[in-house]
Protein backbone atom coordinates (compact mmCIF):
# COMPACT_ATOMS: atom_id res chain seq x y z
CA UNK A 1 0.00 0.00 0.00
CA UNK A 2 2.78 2.55 0.63
CA UNK A 3 4.39 1.48 -2.45
CA UNK A 4 1.40 2.49 -4.43
CA UNK A 5 1.00 5.67 -2.40
CA UNK A 6 4.27 6.69 -3.30
CA UNK A 7 4.17 5.90 -6.58
CA UNK A 8 0.80 7.91 -7.23
CA UNK A 9 2.42 10.85 -5.49
CA UNK A 10 5.31 10.73 -7.76
CA UNK A 11 3.32 11.01 -10.90
CA UNK A 12 1.30 13.91 -9.68
CA UNK A 13 4.63 15.59 -9.19
CA UNK A 14 6.65 14.66 -11.60
CA UNK A 15 7.18 17.57 -14.34
CA UNK A 16 6.92 15.59 -17.41
CA UNK A 17 3.85 15.82 -19.38
CA UNK A 18 1.79 18.04 -17.17
CA UNK A 19 1.16 21.73 -19.23
CA UNK A 20 2.32 24.69 -17.81
CA UNK A 21 1.07 28.20 -17.90
CA UNK A 22 2.73 30.51 -20.30
CA UNK A 23 3.02 34.02 -20.13
CA UNK A 24 0.78 35.74 -22.68
CA UNK A 25 3.02 36.27 -26.33
CA UNK A 26 3.08 39.83 -27.33
CA UNK A 27 3.63 41.45 -30.68
CA UNK A 28 7.02 42.21 -31.40
CA UNK A 29 7.66 45.60 -32.16
CA UNK A 30 9.07 46.17 -35.80
CA UNK A 31 12.39 46.31 -35.50
CA UNK A 32 12.63 48.18 -38.75
CA UNK A 33 11.21 51.32 -36.96
CA UNK A 34 14.21 51.56 -35.18
CA UNK A 35 13.48 51.01 -31.46
CA UNK A 36 10.98 53.86 -31.98
CA UNK A 37 7.37 54.62 -31.24
CA UNK A 38 5.56 55.33 -34.10
CA UNK A 39 4.28 59.14 -32.72
CA UNK A 40 8.21 59.30 -32.41
CA UNK A 41 8.51 58.49 -36.01
CA UNK A 42 5.90 60.69 -37.17
CA UNK A 43 7.06 63.69 -35.53
CA UNK A 44 9.68 63.60 -38.14
CA UNK A 45 9.05 64.77 -42.08
CA UNK A 46 9.09 60.82 -44.31
CA UNK A 47 12.32 62.55 -45.21
CA UNK A 48 14.00 63.08 -42.34
CA UNK A 49 12.89 59.71 -41.27
CA UNK A 50 14.34 57.87 -44.02
CA UNK A 51 17.74 59.32 -44.21
CA UNK A 52 17.82 58.68 -40.04
CA UNK A 53 17.23 55.52 -41.12
CA UNK A 54 19.48 55.23 -43.50
CA UNK A 55 22.09 57.11 -40.66
CA UNK A 56 21.25 54.00 -38.15
CA UNK A 57 20.50 50.97 -40.57
CA UNK A 58 22.30 51.64 -43.40
CA UNK A 59 25.38 49.07 -42.80
CA UNK A 60 22.78 46.49 -41.47
CA UNK A 61 22.34 43.99 -44.15
CA UNK A 62 19.64 41.64 -42.56
CA UNK A 63 17.25 42.14 -45.00
CA UNK A 64 16.99 41.37 -48.81
CA UNK A 65 14.83 44.63 -49.31
CA UNK A 66 16.55 47.81 -49.75
CA UNK A 67 17.08 50.10 -47.13
CA UNK A 68 15.29 53.55 -48.58
CA UNK A 69 12.48 50.82 -49.22
CA UNK A 70 12.58 49.49 -45.39
CA UNK A 71 12.52 52.79 -43.91
CA UNK A 72 9.32 54.40 -46.23
CA UNK A 73 7.34 51.06 -45.03
CA UNK A 74 7.93 51.20 -41.63
CA UNK A 75 6.59 55.01 -41.95
CA UNK A 76 3.89 53.99 -43.94
CA UNK A 77 2.94 51.28 -41.48
CA UNK A 78 3.05 54.23 -38.26
CA UNK A 79 1.16 56.54 -40.31
CA UNK A 80 -1.78 54.06 -41.46
CA UNK A 81 -1.46 52.33 -37.67
CA UNK A 82 -2.61 56.57 -36.58
CA UNK A 83 -5.21 56.75 -39.39
CA UNK A 84 -6.96 53.68 -38.26
CA UNK A 85 -6.77 54.85 -34.44
CA UNK A 86 -8.50 57.99 -35.48
CA UNK A 87 -10.83 56.22 -37.19
CA UNK A 88 -12.17 54.18 -34.63
CA UNK A 89 -12.08 56.68 -32.45
CA UNK A 90 -14.41 59.02 -34.52
CA UNK A 91 -16.36 55.56 -35.05
CA UNK A 92 -17.01 54.73 -31.23
CA UNK A 93 -18.18 58.53 -30.61
CA UNK A 94 -20.28 58.54 -33.30
CA UNK A 95 -18.48 61.48 -35.17
CA UNK A 96 -17.25 59.31 -37.98
CA UNK A 97 -18.63 60.04 -41.57
CA UNK A 98 -21.85 58.47 -42.63
CA UNK A 99 -22.31 55.85 -44.86
CA UNK A 100 -22.59 57.74 -47.90
CA UNK A 101 -19.79 59.83 -47.25
CA UNK A 102 -17.98 57.34 -46.77
CA UNK A 103 -18.81 55.06 -49.87
CA UNK A 104 -18.33 58.40 -51.82
CA UNK A 105 -14.54 58.45 -50.02
CA UNK A 106 -14.06 54.88 -51.14
CA UNK A 107 -14.66 55.93 -54.88
CA UNK A 108 -12.28 58.87 -54.56
CA UNK A 109 -9.50 56.23 -53.11
CA UNK A 110 -10.08 53.57 -55.86
CA UNK A 111 -9.65 56.20 -58.36
CA UNK A 112 -6.46 57.50 -56.66
CA UNK A 113 -5.34 54.07 -56.47
CA UNK A 114 -5.88 53.70 -60.50
CA UNK A 115 -4.47 56.93 -61.63
CA UNK A 116 -1.13 56.32 -59.38
CA UNK A 117 -0.99 52.52 -60.64
CA UNK A 118 -1.64 53.83 -64.52
CA UNK A 119 1.15 56.64 -64.14
CA UNK A 120 3.90 54.64 -62.57
CA UNK A 121 3.60 52.47 -65.10
CA UNK A 122 3.20 54.98 -67.96
CA UNK A 123 6.55 56.27 -66.77
CA UNK A 124 8.15 53.37 -66.22
CA UNK A 125 8.20 52.90 -62.39
CA UNK A 126 7.58 49.28 -61.48
CA UNK A 127 6.30 47.83 -58.44
CA UNK A 128 9.08 47.60 -55.28
CA UNK A 129 11.00 50.39 -56.31
CA UNK A 130 11.63 53.06 -54.40
CA UNK A 131 9.61 55.90 -56.68
CA UNK A 132 6.74 53.38 -56.23
CA UNK A 133 7.15 53.40 -52.67
CA UNK A 134 7.14 56.91 -52.12
CA UNK A 135 3.30 57.45 -54.64
CA UNK A 136 1.77 54.70 -52.10
CA UNK A 137 3.41 56.64 -49.08
CA UNK A 138 2.01 59.95 -49.77
CA UNK A 139 -1.14 58.65 -51.11
CA UNK A 140 -1.77 58.31 -47.61
CA UNK A 141 -2.34 61.73 -46.94
CA UNK A 142 -5.90 61.39 -48.58
CA UNK A 143 -7.52 59.48 -46.49
CA UNK A 144 -5.98 60.70 -43.14
CA UNK A 145 -7.36 63.82 -44.05
CA UNK A 146 -10.75 62.75 -44.57
CA UNK A 147 -11.11 61.63 -40.76
CA UNK A 148 -9.39 64.85 -39.63
CA UNK A 149 -11.94 66.86 -41.50
CA UNK A 150 -14.46 65.04 -38.83
CA UNK A 151 -12.31 64.83 -35.81
CA UNK A 152 -12.38 68.80 -36.05
CA UNK A 153 -15.89 69.38 -37.32
CA UNK A 154 -14.81 70.99 -40.40
CA UNK A 155 -17.67 71.39 -43.01
CA UNK A 156 -17.19 72.70 -46.95
CA UNK A 157 -13.97 73.56 -48.14
CA UNK A 158 -11.61 76.97 -47.43
CA UNK A 159 -10.82 79.00 -50.89
CA UNK A 160 -7.57 78.91 -51.90
CA UNK A 161 -4.93 81.49 -50.80
CA UNK A 162 -3.32 84.25 -53.63
CA UNK A 163 -0.29 81.78 -53.11
CA UNK A 164 -2.11 78.72 -53.62
CA UNK A 165 -4.20 79.85 -56.64
CA UNK A 166 -0.72 80.36 -58.31
CA UNK A 167 0.18 77.16 -57.49
CA UNK A 168 -2.63 75.69 -58.77
CA UNK A 169 -2.54 77.00 -61.92
CA UNK A 170 1.28 75.91 -62.52
CA UNK A 171 0.27 72.78 -61.21
CA UNK A 172 -2.32 72.28 -63.85
CA UNK A 173 -0.04 74.08 -66.23
CA UNK A 174 2.85 70.99 -65.18
CA UNK A 175 0.43 68.29 -65.22
CA UNK A 176 -0.30 68.65 -69.23
CA UNK A 177 3.42 69.31 -69.61
CA UNK A 178 4.16 65.76 -68.43
CA UNK A 179 0.99 64.36 -70.83
CA UNK A 180 2.37 66.01 -73.57
CA UNK A 181 5.79 64.03 -73.29
CA UNK A 182 3.85 60.99 -73.02
CA UNK A 183 2.97 58.89 -76.08
CA UNK A 184 -0.55 59.47 -77.19
CA UNK A 185 -1.51 56.08 -75.99
CA UNK A 186 -0.69 56.31 -72.52
CA UNK A 187 -1.50 60.06 -72.46
CA UNK A 188 -5.23 59.33 -73.01
CA UNK A 189 -5.02 56.36 -70.90
CA UNK A 190 -3.45 58.57 -67.23
CA UNK A 191 -5.72 61.41 -68.55
CA UNK A 192 -8.86 59.29 -68.19
CA UNK A 193 -7.91 57.97 -65.10
CA UNK A 194 -6.79 61.41 -63.74
CA UNK A 195 -10.25 62.98 -64.79
CA UNK A 196 -11.91 59.84 -62.56
CA UNK A 197 -10.50 61.19 -59.82
CA UNK A 198 -12.70 64.13 -59.77
CA UNK A 199 -15.89 62.46 -61.55
CA UNK A 200 -16.89 60.37 -58.04
CA UNK A 201 -17.97 63.55 -56.29
CA UNK A 202 -17.22 67.11 -55.35
CA UNK A 203 -13.54 67.61 -54.48
CA UNK A 204 -12.75 70.85 -52.35
CA UNK A 205 -9.88 73.40 -54.11
CA UNK A 206 -7.28 72.26 -51.51
CA UNK A 207 -7.81 68.45 -52.24
CA UNK A 208 -7.70 69.42 -56.26
CA UNK A 209 -4.46 71.23 -55.72
CA UNK A 210 -2.90 68.52 -53.33
CA UNK A 211 -4.13 65.93 -55.81
CA UNK A 212 -2.05 67.79 -58.80
CA UNK A 213 0.54 67.33 -56.49
CA UNK A 214 0.47 64.10 -56.18
CA UNK A 215 0.08 63.43 -59.74
CA UNK A 216 2.81 65.37 -60.54
CA UNK A 217 5.41 63.20 -58.27
CA UNK A 218 3.83 60.19 -59.75
CA UNK A 219 4.81 61.40 -63.53
CA UNK A 220 8.07 63.30 -62.81
CA UNK A 221 11.02 61.40 -63.04
CA UNK A 222 13.56 61.06 -60.08
CA UNK A 223 15.84 63.27 -62.38
CA UNK A 224 13.52 66.33 -62.43
CA UNK A 225 13.63 68.66 -59.46
CA UNK A 226 10.21 68.29 -57.54
CA UNK A 227 7.26 70.25 -58.27
CA UNK A 228 6.65 70.64 -54.70
CA UNK A 229 7.65 69.10 -51.30
CA UNK A 230 6.56 65.83 -49.69
CA UNK A 231 3.49 66.44 -48.20
CA UNK A 232 4.44 65.35 -45.03
Known amino acids: MKRLSALWLALVLAPVGIPQARPAQTKAADPDRLGLACTQILQMSSTAWVAHFLEKAGSANNSSAPVALRAITAYGKCYDARTNQLAASLGKSGRGPLMGAAANFRDFQKALDDFAAKGLAATDKAPGTQQAAYAALYERQFRYEFYQRYEQRITGGRPLTAEESAEYSKAKNRFGEFLGLLPEDKA????????????????????????????????????????SPPPF
Do not use: C, N, W
Open 188 to 227: HVIHAAFSQIFDRGPVSDVTKLEVYRFAISVLESPKDPPF
